[in-house]
């Protein structure tokens, strides 16, 4: 049947209703789409070369950019989806180099229950794994920011030792401390020979056990100078506290 012609000469343009059901719009969980019911109303614009079908074109159009909203949404996000597509199909708008206006488009969601608490588990897994490796995160950190201090600082490796073991008592913490601020306060020249009587100070006020913890802390860090032979003696000595404090045979000179 032919179009009846304008009194310009142009055809009448052509215009016609949109209705479609069964197309599924993708969400941003891959695997999981809306449910998508379209109505709307569409015409021709004038045109020397009219479109052959019209009303596909328009519906092509309004399914394009109902895929671009929904894309980025969850499924648990529908109604702020649905706000969305209603913004963006409310009003008329031409097609880009087709002779065809939407006059509007009206798209509705729907999720079914079963991917909409398959995805709200879906979203709950990934913030406990992204909060699990936070905190991993920070362990890692934290572990390396340890090891620099106690691989510098060897006063320091010797604290640590100390509030790691249960045999230690707060009061030795606090000597220790005091220690290395006494060692630190001493002129070059004379050092060591205050560190010596420092030293003597400080283990004359511990206990025998706390005393063998201390010298095999000092085995470990002078071990860690390359003197094998010094941190074999200082063992030695500590084996040599603990027989004396009833924890074990005394070892044999070396």
């Known amino acids: 049947m032919r179009r009846r012609a304008s009194p310009a000469g142009w055809p009448a343009p052509r215009a016609g209703s949109l209705k479609a059901t069964g197309h599924p719009l993708p969400s ?29 074109a328009a519906l092509h159009h309004a399914l394009t950019l109902a895929r671009t909203v929904t894309g980025a949404y969850q499924l648990t996000d529908v109604h702020a989806a649905q706000a969305h597509l209603d913004t963006a199909l409310g009003t008329s708008h031409d097609l880009t180099d087709t002779p065809v206006r939407l006059l509007w488009a009206d798209i509705r969601l729907t999720v079914s229950e079963p991917d909409r608490a398959a995805v709200a588990a879906l979203q709950r897994r990934q913030h406990d794994e992204a909060l699990h490796a936070q905190a991993q995160r920070q362990r890692l950190q934290a572990a ?111």
Do not use: C, K
Not at 41 to 50: D, F, L, Q, Y
Not at 170 to 193: F, G, K
């Open 28 to 56: 941003s969980t891959p695997g999981y789409r809306f449910d998508a019911h379209l109505e709307g109303r569409w015409e021709e614009t004038p045109s020397a070369r009219p479109h052959h079908n019209p009303g596909q």
């Open 144 to 254: 390396r920011e340890l090891h620099e201090q106690l691989v510098t600082t060897p006063t320091l490796a010797l604290a640590y030792w100390l509030t790691q073991h249960p045999d230690s008592t707060q009061d030795s913490i606090h000597n220790l401390e005091e220690l290395t601020r006494q060692i630190t306060a001493y002129a070059p020249d004379n050092a060591w020979v205050q560190v010596a009587q420092v030293l003597q100070s400080f283990v004359h006020d511990l206990a025998a056990d706390q005393r063998e913890n201390l010298v095999r802390s000092l085995a470990q860090i002078v071990l860690r100078y390359d003197q094998p032979g010094l941190a074999q003696q200082l063992q030695h000595t500590a084996a040599g506290l603990a027989a004396s404090n009833g924890q074990g045979p005394a070892p044999r000179a070396p």
